[in-house]
């Protein structure tokens, strides 16, 4: 009791607040997402993610040497599709030599230690900016399914060390888990997005892969019939577990600040590793209050990352990765 125990005791100096930190974050705990185009020699800042880039394959190369000299050793892939390869079916999505495949390649070839884990969702594939197939004014759950798991398996025959679905479509974590078996990739891993809310802090992503829904008639203005509505809990929970049971190696939850709660829950529930995403309107919400001078970028950086693994992350994928790895190794 006080004033026998002090607590401050344990804060006076930075020696003594390091040695008994509850939470600690290293470079092994980043899965980095990357924004892939097609051409040459492009590295394309997105203007709503300041300092963020898409990189075409050339270099992409030396992005990746990059992250490795850091100690990223994980990757997220994404690609923007052009628009005259979009169609309702994703087909595109089903190319062995399409853009992602040989991102992964690409990848795989100038360090092939990287882990890499790639996007399986139809919504950068889409004319309609949706994860799935749009039939008479709704999103089809079974066909869209299908095209996904086929998709994840051209992922896993390019080199894919995990495939990661985004689309929230019911049932699609047991379909891909299957074909991959069935095709011979027992080793591949599935990382799903287990509880993936509708969330309106995904615009500067969409504006990096031009994938919003598209403002047309019949056509659903958004995404709320397969992603989870904010105001549920114990659905996130119910999710999650359906996937574990489906094959899923890892579960996600996405965005991430606004959902520390079930972040939490998750993990409370869960035997299987627990990711989060930092997505990008909590990116481009920091980036903008630092550019007006409203916050210090560095230090509220830090602290959120610190957030989601106080929480119970045991990966954060992040915008921030190389920033944060950055101030951690000096």
Request: charged share 25%.
């Amino acid at each position: 009791m006080y004033p026998l125990r002090r607590n401050r005791r344990l804060r006076t100096n930075e020696a003594i607040r390091s040695l008994v930190r509850e939470t600690v974050i290293t470079p092994n705990d980043f899965l980095v997402p990357l924004f892939v185009v097609e051409g040459k020699g492009i590295k394309d800042e997105i203007a709503s993610m300041p300092n963020y880039f898409r990189y075409s394959l050339d270099l992409l190369e030396g992005e990746i040497k990059e992250l490795w000299s850091l100690g990223l050793k994980s990757v997220l892939l994404f690609v923007k599709v052009p628009d005259h390869l979009k169609d309702n079916k994703g087909t595109e999505a089903l190319n062995p030599n399409g853009l992602m495949q040989r991102a992964i390649k690409t990848i795989k070839n100038v360090c092939p230690d990287m882990l890499v884990m790639t996007d399986v969702a139809l919504d950068p594939y889409s004319s309609f900016g949706h994860d799935g197939i749009v039939q008479n004014g709704m999103i089809v759950n079974d066909e869209s399914t299908a095209v996904l798991s086929q998709m994840a398996l051209t992922h896993a025959q390019a080199g894919a060390d995990f495939v990661a679905p985004s689309d929230m479509n019911d049932g699609r974590t047991l379909q891909i888990r299957q074909l991959l078996e069935n095709e011979g990739f027992k080793n591949t891993g599935i990382m799903s997005y287990s509880a993936k809310y509708a969330s309106a802090f995904y615009g500067p992503f969409r504006d990096a892969l031009d994938s919003a829904p598209v403002d047309l008639v019949d056509v659903p203005k958004d995404k709320k019939t397969y992603q989870m509505d904010c105001g549920n809990r114990i659905e996130a929970i119910r999710e999650t577990l359906m996937d574990i049971d489906e094959g899923s190696d890892i579960v996600m939850v996405k965005p991430g600040l606004s959902y520390l709660d079930i972040l939490r829950d998750i993990k409370n529930e869960v035997d299987v590793p627990v990711a989060v995403y930092q997505v990008s309107g909590e990116y481009a919400m920091i980036k903008a209050a630092a550019e007006k001078g409203w916050l210090n970028h560095d230090q509220v950086m830090m602290e959120t990352t610190m957030a989601f693994k106080r929480a119970g992350a045991d990966i954060i994928a992040s915008y921030f990765a190389k920033d944060v790895v950055k101030i951690l190794n000096g």
